[in-house]
């Protein structure tokens, strides 16, 4: 276990490694900053001027060199646009996202497990069916579509909610957290399952397929025959049984949710870092969108080993090795 | 006798009381960009300049029109050729208590051009200028060689302080301990991407703030924007997107305030390449390219048709274009009308000029900068297909766009062959687009720099040169309009409309718009 | 099936002695919903095949696109004469043709990258969990590697090198999807290969390729087309949300994911028929697939089986 665990974060570190370059170099291949940064009425001098000041002049190699020097001491550059260091703009930027990601994901699991289960238990039921047709159109809708609905709906017509922004918030081990004040739940709400739906349809869809195939399957037949009470089949045996696909759909999930929550960030006015690498993409800020990219690398790799580690626990089959035959 | 006394003292308490009710009131506004920064001098972007009006003042402001205001001087005017002498307000202190004085101005001047990563300085307003304090309420500016626009370029630099200010890194100001100004609201708290926060200065030298405090949230997509103002959670909103006007005017509950802005919507074309990119016969083979050709120009003029792009891109929220600012605006041209729409003499143009089946040629514009913009781009490329000229479209993010647009080829020329740019004379005047769009290109002299087209007359550069040493504003009004006519007719650039901007507000509040498309919290009042 | 007839002489108990095929048909149309979804599935592809004939505009000639005719409530008559049962976008195209050609667009978007995607993620997927060790590891890492790239970042990012273009986008679907095909399947395949059969298969002196294709890959394709038809799902939602960034496919020829974004800014202006007939319209085509998909998985699926 433990061997598994330190090569597997060696190899995270090759991954980090291997992803500055590509990132870096991709990044540097779009556009150009200083057409976005300066003033329109700046004359040539003027654009010469902040080539300079951004070290954008520099052969790209070198400016890869010095991102690596300043990266082994902490350092990932300063934003183009925000002139702080990008590292502290997205950690600045971070708790917001993760708070809403965080909440998606338990929406995820709080709606779609029960829902799937009942739905693979009672395939027939009109109830299932409805809950199949729902989860349907959980994914079929853009997400940008479905969060100004919801906007829409809750905010601008039955004014339940607020429509955008993060609303209070409170501190709690040294983060901003909107989860400690109701003003910050109900600002929270909307964005979260605005953001959690796609996870929620594909929760329920994992859950039923993975329950109407456990209980077609021998040892559920045998413990039956066994006279083991349903609710026991179904949480122990149907439960272990699904458990796997699940996790590894989540495992995966909670990692793009927060890189892909740029979306529902801009419609809601939420402030997090999806929104923050939109707008530093949108604005060429290279420096701040190499940093976060490079954190998210790092998110993926850890989660992915929590992943690889909660699958050996549900399944013994699984040993976590790395060996060859 | 004594009862009316009482009653008239308790009418006038509950009078103070209801002012002071209302004058406790919060101001809620949702911005369609967020600055980047508090430190006033760190970007000279719009959005950046507009939420630094709010902390710290100019020497001169601009008003709602972008003319010329006493701000924290009180007088300016040239006393020789190269010296401008500003008269300093007395009695005006900054926020922490601090006197204002020459000092403070002297040690602007020295900060402002040259903040460390900044990515967009103000050294482009004060390059050449040097402040010379003469004693605490005056201040020499000395430049070079005659300069008429002291006052303009002046009216864009914030005014800090020299014990706070001038030594404070952008940091310090981001967090608030330096974002110490003279302006007529003072600094609460800043978290970037979700609200800024400011309470009224009491002790503002100028008009007093109606609203005690002041929340500016930015809601960068338009829908969300429009029902955050809906479902009552903003005040006011900058920018409605033109698609919700119509629905808005109709809501007894929202009050609507439009303004046209110093923007000018317009296509360059390549004249400088024998052979333009995006340029070709119909079959794709290449030809010379026909931009360079005047009557296509002006064909191609012929062939938009305006007040549709008006009417029906913009939903009526436009003003046809028929030169580089709207009227009213120092240094237009009274003779100028938008080019009339003519698509039969646009064809019979085309065919005296060789190419009576057109060519085919594409259009390239941003999709993310301009009020409609991908919109507009289509709208044109529509027109010129009816015309014989086969018109694709593309459009991209303005991050790849300017670019491209500006040094994208290989040679480090502008790539495309037509394009749809927009300008905003910050200085509310015609020598700033006559400048930057119309001279001859020229890197050394700093003129032509957003010229893409890279059209070049000797002559009309002659009148945009002496324009700019004449220190007569009569005279150079004359010479910017006269230059403003000749680049028209020699369609070196084809104006197509004047963005108008609108602002929504609850009924009851009302925005006084402003030419230079800022959203400010003073220019907010109560009807 | 005319040889079914012809070999029998009572086809109606035919079903009987039947081959897989027919099996698999007749179990396929046992459940009504299924059946209905495919035939409007059919349905929607014959029309957006037939778009150039059958629609009165040719929303993608800028020359029979007039903006004069933008914005026009359903039901309206366009200039040149036809009238717009489905009302007309901001640039003055014809929502019905608009969305007859958007459909083919987005549906050869999604089924293109859907498949490569899917071609490439399983063989990446099953070389990794079969051969174990080294391989694995490597293609894994690339896998996380591959994740951890938003999609929004690489498509402006190719857009930028490569310029718009639907091959771009497909590239760009592609590259943000295989990944997800190549974790899933090796997460079941994983699984599958230490089961005793595989290891009875191996015994038996089975070539690799044989197991592979023959047992464990069937064993793989009920979680495959779930996510199969999330993705493809998905793969048209995303393109539409890239439009909605701004970096999706040209304007000028709009696929179904362009006409909604386009219209995302009239939702609030009373315009409904701009974003909600294209909305609608892919919601039609999304909940077919996915229909469809959910039969195929339930009658393939060898464990299902009564």
């Known amino acids: 276990m433990t061997v598994f665990v330190i090569r597997r974060l060696m190899q995270a570190v090759l991954v980090v490694i291997l992803m500055s370059v590509i990132v870096f170099f991709g990044v540097n291949v779009v556009g150009n900053p200083v057409d976005m940064l300066v003033s329109p009425d700046a004359d040539q001098a003027e654009i010469q001027a902040t080539i300079e000041r951004l070290g954008l002049d520099r052969p790209i190699l070198e400016q890869y060199w010095l991102f690596v020097k300043g990266a082994l001491q902490g350092d990932l550059g300063n934003s183009f646009i925000f002139g702080e260091p990008a590292l502290k703009l997205i950690l600045q930027y971070m708790p917001a996202t993760l708070e809403l990601a965080f909440t998606s994901l338990i929406l995820a699991i709080v709606f779609g497990i029960p829902l799937g289960l009942f739905a693979g238990l009672y395939p027939d039921q009109p109830v299932s069916k409805a809950i199949m047709a729902g989860s349907i159109l959980g994914f079929s809708l853009p997400t940008f579509w479905v969060g100004l609905m919801m906007i829409i709906l809750f905010a601008v017509e039955l004014g339940w909610l607020p429509s955008t922004g993060r609303g209070d918030t409170a501190m709690f081990l040294g983060f901003e957290t909107s989860l400690l004040t109701l003003d910050g739940l109900s600002h929270l709400l909307l964005p979260a399952l605005n953001l959690a739906l796609l996870n929620i349809s594909l929760v329920i869809r994992l859950t039923r397929a993975g329950v109407r195939e456990a209980m077609g399957q021998d040892y559920v037949k045998f413990a039956r025959a066994k006279g083991l009470s349903t609710r026991r089949i179904i949480f122990v045996h149907v439960m272990k049984n699904i458990m796997i696909p699940v996790v590894t759909v989540l495992g995966l999930e909670f990692g793009s949710l927060i890189a892909f929550s740029v979306v529902t960030e801009t419609i809601f006015a939420w402030p997090g870092m999806g929104k923050l690498l939109i707008d530093s993409i949108l604005q060429l800020d290279r420096p701040v969108v190499v940093a976060y990219l490079m954190i998210i690398v790092l998110f993926f790799v850890i989660i992915n080993l929590i992943v690889d580690i909660l699958y050996s626990v549900l399944d013994p089959r699984v040993r976590l090795q790395d060996q060859g035959q | ?527 | 099936m005319t040889d079914a007839t012809t070999e029998y002489p009572a086809p109606g108990v035919a079903a009987k002695v039947e081959t897989p095929f027919q099996r698999f048909t007749a179990e396929f149309l046992e459940s009504r919903v299924a059946t209905a979804a495919l035939m409007l599935l059919l349905l929607i592809i014959v029309l957006a095949v037939l778009a150039p004939w059958i629609t009165p505009q040719d929303p993608y000639d800028l020359a029979q696109v007039d903006v004069l005719d933008g914005r026009l409530p359903p039901g309206s008559e366009a200039f040149a004469g036809y009238t717009m049962w489905l009302g007309s976008d901001g640039a003055g195209r014809d929502l019905f043709s608009a969305i007859l050609y958007g459909l083919r667009i987005s549906l050869s978007v999604g089924v293109a990258s859907g498949v490569i995607a899917l071609t490439i993620g399983m063989a990446v997927g099953l070389l990794a969990a079969y051969t174990g060790g080294r391989t694995e590891a490597v293609i894994m890492r690339v896998v996380d590697l591959q994740l951890s790239f938003p999609a929004a970042l690489v498509a402006l990012m190719l857009v930028a090198i490569l310029g718009k273009g639907i091959e771009n986008i497909i590239l760009a679907l592609v590259v943000a999807q295989w990944a997800y095909y190549a974790r899933t399947v090796r997460g079941t395949a994983l699984v599958e290969r230490r089961k005793e059969y595989v290891e009875a298969a191996a015994c038996l002196g089975l070539s690799s390729p044989r197991i592979i294709f023959r047992h464990i890959l069937p064993n793989c394709l009920a979680p495959l087309i779930v996510v199969g038809t999330v993705q493809t799902a998905s793969a048209i939602s995303l393109e539409a949300t890239l439009s909605f960034l701004g970096v999706g496919l040209p304007q000028t020829e709009p696929s179904l994911g362009v006409l909604i974004a386009n219209g995302f800014e009239y939702m609030l202006s009373g315009r409904y028929w701009i974003s909600v007939f294209p909305g609608l319209a892919l919601l039609l085509t999304v909940v077919s697939i996915n229909l469809v998909g959910d039969q195929l998985r339930d009658v393939l699926n060898p464990r299902l089986k009564k």
């Open chain 2, 1 to 527: 006798m004594k009862k009316t006394t009482t009653m008239l003292a308790a009418a006038a308490g509950v009078l103070a009381l209801s002012v002071s009710v209302a004058s406790a009131e919060k101001l809620v506004i949702g911005l369609a960009s967020e600055p980047t920064s508090l430190d006033p001098h760190f970007h000279n972007l719009g959005p950046n300049n507009a939420m630094s009006l709010h902390i710290f003042d100019r020497l001169i402001n601009q008003d709602e029109k972008q003319r010329l205001m006493p701000g924290l001087a009180v007088s300016w005017e040239p006393i020789d050729d190269l010296t401008w002498e500003f008269k300093l307000r007395e009695g005006v202190t900054f926020h922490d208590g601090s006197a204002f004085n020459a000092d403070d101005v002297v040690c602007t001047v020295e900060r402002a051009p040259d903040v460390p990563n900044s990515p967009a300085s103000f050294g482009t307003y004060l390059k050449g200028k040097t402040a010379v304090k003469i004693d605490d309420y005056t201040v020499h500016f000395v430049t070079e060689e005659p300069y008429p626009l002291m006052g303009n370029d002046l009216s864009t630099v914030p005014i800090i302080s020299d014990e706070t200010g001038c030594s404070a890194s952008t940091e310090d100001f981001n967090a608030g301990t330096a974002a110490i100004g003279t302006g007529p609201f003072m600094f609460e708290s800043y978290t970037p991407g979700d609200s800024i926060v400011m309470s009224r200065n009491d002790g503002y030298w100028g008009d007093a703030p109606a609203w005690s405090e002041v929340e500016f949230r930015p809601l960068t997509s338009g829908p969300s924007r429009v029902a955050a103002l809906l479902a009552g959670d903003v005040d006011m909103i900058a920018g409605v997107p033109t698609t919700d006007i119509t629905t808005l005017e109709g809501n007894d509950e929202i009050q609507l305030s439009q303004g046209v802005s110093n923007r000018v919507i317009y296509l360059h074309m390549d004249q400088f390449r024998e052979n333009s990119p995006f340029v070709t016969a119909k079959d794709g083979s290449e030809i010379t390219n026909p931009l360079m050709d005047v009557r296509v120009r002006q064909a191609i003029s012929m062939a938009i048709n305006r007040d549709a792009i008006v009417e029906r891109v913009m939903e009526g929220v436009a003003i046809s274009a028929g030169q580089l600012l709207p009227e009213g605006f120092f240094g237009v041209s009274e003779n100028l009308e938008p080019v009339a729409y003519d698509p039969e003499g646009a064809k019979a143009l085309l065919a005296e000029a060789g190419y009576p089946d057109g060519f085919a040629m594409t259009i390239h514009g941003p999709n993310d900068r301009y009020i409609n913009d991908a919109k507009i781009a289509e709208a044109i490329a529509q027109m010129l297909t009816r015309i014989g000229i086969e018109t694709a479209v593309e459009t991209m993010p303005r991050s790849v766009y300017f670019g491209r647009a500006s040094r994208g080829s290989p040679d480090g020329l502008p790539e495309f062959s037509f394009i749809l740019v927009g300008w905003g004379a910050g200085s509310g005047e015609a020598s700033s687009p006559l400048k930057s769009l119309i001279h001859t290109h020229n890197a050394d002299a700093g003129f032509g720099a957003s010229n893409r087209g890279r059209h070049s007359d000797p002559e009309i550069d002659a009148v945009i040169e002496e324009a700019l040493r004449t220190v007569d504003d009569a005279k150079r009004q004359d010479l910017l309009a006269k230059a403003t006519e000749m680049a028209i007719e020699n369609v070196a650039i084809i104006p197509t409309h004047f963005q108008v901007n609108t602002w929504a507000a609850k009924t009851g509040l009302r925005y006084i718009a402003r030419t230079d498309e800022y959203t400010l919290a003073i220019g907010v009042v109560k009807d």
